[in-house]
T-cell receptor, first 113, second 115 residues
Framework: KNQVEQSPQSLIILEGKNCTLQ??????????LRWYKQDTGRGPVSLTI?????NTKSNGRYTATLDADTKQSSLHITASQLSDSASYIC????????????FGKGTKLSVKP | GAGVSQSPSNKVTEKGKDVELRCDPI?????LYWYRQRLGQGLEFLIY????????KSGLPSDRFSAERTGESVSTLTIQRTQQEDSAVYLC?????????????FGPGTRLTVT
C-alpha cells in the first residue's frame, strides 16, 4: 500500500534554531516528492519538488534531501523564524498516477521567541 | 493574477442537509483537484478533472459525494444528506496539467461543520 509517514508529529523550537523533519514513503513506482508548508487556515504552499535523480534542493532557508534507495526524505530549516510556524507536509507521487498524490499527515512546527 | 479561490470559507449545516462547495481555479489551469482534510489527518484525494476527460472519481468516499466542473473553469463539490463524519476542511487545487508533473496551487479551503 502506498503510504507516506512523517516524523515527528509535532516539534517546538526556539527562534533562530535549526530543525530537521523526516519523511519515509513506500510509494512505488516513484515519480517525485514534494514538501509543502501549510499555515493555519490556509491551503498548502509548495516549498520543493524532487525527482528520482535529485538528492537535494533548496528554497531559501529550506533544504530538502531525498534518498530514493532508502525511500527517505528530510526537510531542514535553517535559522528558524516565527513565521516558520506551520504544518509541513511531505507528498509523494507515483509514476503513472496522473495526479493522485499521497500526502503525509504533516509535522506541526511551532517556533517560539 | 488571482490564485485559487473557494467559497464559502466556512459552512455550518445540520445533519441530513445538502451542501455545495465552490472552487474557482487559476485561469488556464486544465487540472482541478478536490481533497478532504480531517482534523489531524493528511489530505485525502477525492476527485480530479483534467480538461475534457472523464473525471477520476476514485477517491469519493460514498455516493453522497459528487462533483462537477464546467469546461476548465468553476467546479462544485456537492455532499448530499451530510453526516457528522463529513466535517472537515475541503481543499481545491488546480495545476497547468496533471499534478504528477506540475505544481499544484491550493485554495484556502472550506471548513465544513455538520451538527
Amino acid at each position: 500500500k502506498n503510504q507516506v509517514e512523517q516524523s515527528p508529529q509535532s516539534l517546538i523550537i526556539l527562534e533562530g534554531k535549526n530543525c530537521t523533519l523526516q519523511c519515509n514513503y513506500t510509494v512505488s513506482p516513484f515519480s517525485n516528492l514534494r514538501w509543502y508548508k501549510q499555515d493555519t487556515g490556509r491551503g498548502p504552499v509548495s516549498l520543493t519538488i524532487m525527482t528520482f535523480s535529485e538528492n537535494t534542493k533548496s528554497n531559501g532557508r529550506y533544504t530538502a534531501t531525498l534518498d530514493a534507495d532508502t525511500k527517505q526524505s528530510s526537510l531542514h530549516i535553517t535559522a528558524s523564524q516565527l513565521s516558520d510556524s506551520a504544518s509541513y507536509i511531505c507528498v509523494v507521487s507515483a509514476r503513472g498516477s496522473q495526479g493522485n498524490l499521497i500526502f503525509g499527515k504533516g509535522t506541526k512546527l511551532s517556533v517560539k521567541p | 493574477g488571482a490564485g485559487v479561490s473557494q467559497s464559502p470559507s466556512n459552512k455550518v449545516t445540520e445533519k441530513g442537509k445538502d451542501v455545495e462547495l465552490r472552487c474557482d481555479p487559476i485561469s488556464g489551469h486544465t487540472a482541478l483537484y478536490w481533497y478532504r482534510q480531517r482534523l489531524g489527518q493528511g489530505l485525502e484525494f477525492l476527485i480530479y478533472f483534467q480538461g475534457n476527460s472523464a473525471p477520476d472519481k476514485s477517491g469519493l468516499p460514498s455516493d453522497r459525494f459528487s462533483a462537477e466542473r464546467t469546461g476548465e473553469s468553476v467546479s462544485t463539490l456537492t455532499i448530499q444528506r451530510t453526516q457528522q463524519e463529513d466535517s472537515a476542511v475541503y481543499l481545491c487545487a488546480s495545476s497547468p496539467g496533471l499534478a504528477e508533473y506540475y505544481e499544484q496551487y491550493f485554495g484556502p479551503g472550506t471548513r465544513l461543520t455538520v451538527t
